[in-house]
């Protein structure tokens, strides 16, 4: 059973309203997944909107996957709704990609980034933007593809996780080749899904916000699958998922006065 929800929220870039299907019975946190993916979007349609009025058109395009070889952070009910998106795939392209996934560890081990991952995945102290550059640089001079690319297409497009759908460039595609030498300029993100639902998960289950490297997601998921049996009523967790948006969207506020 669901219950239907509008929700209105006050953006940077304008008025969001969205109707939400909530379980009303007890859920696994991955379960809000989905919705604040869809909130996120929303909120970055009304951004892309203000980008295109102001005269900067979004670059971004089918194909061009340069920021598919960046670190990507996962929030943990993030990796386990990836970890069951990817148990509901056939057999043959579960097998597919965990060929994929061991080509990618193999290539973090020998470069030394593997066991780095790994730690900041497991971390109770996760790295601030400051302490997470060196690990990002050093992780994009791979030019390592994510092990869901495949042919510079995303295979998982519909589930794939909040970082990739809030990166958006208004500088011209090529520049994210190589942002060192050319900073990207990209949209602002309002609301920062990953992050908020890592304070979700924080506070439903009383443990520090983790950030997890989408390299070691499943890996991670899989590790910590006891993490993801707690339930609880579908409307509690859309209550206390909103109140990490509005935290982000006060926080967008204040960036702009
Ligand atoms: S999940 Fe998809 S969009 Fe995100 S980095 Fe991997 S291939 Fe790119």
């Excluded at 900041?120 to 690319?149: H, K, Q, V, W």
């Excluded at 991670?220 to 998922?241: C, F, K, S, V």
């Amino acid at each position: 059973m669901t219950e239907r929800y509008d929700i209105s929220l006050n953006t940077p870039a304008g008025q969001l309203t969205s109707a939400v299907e909530v379980p009303t019975g007890f859920v696994p946190v991955s379960a809000i997944v989905p919705m604040m993916r869809r909130l996120g979007e929303e909120a970055q349609a009304l951004e892309e909107r203000r980008s295109i009025e102001a005269g900067r058109a979004i670059s971004c395009q089918k194909g061009c996957a340069a920021c598919c070889r960046m670190l990507v952070p996962v929030s943990a009910p993030e990796a386990f709704a990836l970890r069951e998106y990817v148990q509901t795939l056939p057999e043959a392209e579960q097998t597919r990609l965990a060929q994929r996934f061991a080509v990618t560890r193999t290539a973090l081990l020998a470069r030394g980034l593997w066991n780095r991952l790994i730690e900041m995945g497991e971390s109770t102290d996760p790295p601030d933007d400051a302490a997470l550059e060196p690990i990002n640089r050093a992780y994009f001079a791979l030019r390592l593809p994510c092990a869901f690319l495949d042919q510079d297409v995303c295979t998982i497009y519909e589930h794939r996780p909040a970082a990739c759908r809030e990166l958006l460039v208004t500088s011209p595609a090529e520049w994210c080749q190589d942002p060192v030498a050319h900073p990207v300029d990209a949209l602002p993100v309002p609301v920062r899904i990953g992050p908020a639902l890592s304070l979700l998960w924080g506070e439903l289950t009383e443990q520090p916000p983790k950030l997890i490297p989408l390299a070691t997601a499943l890996d991670w998921a899989a590790r910590h699958e006891q993490e993801n049996r707690p339930r609880w009523q579908g409307t509690h967790i859309l209550d206390r998922a909103l109140d990490k948006v509005w935290r982000f969207l006060s926080q967008a506020f204040q960036k702009e006065s």
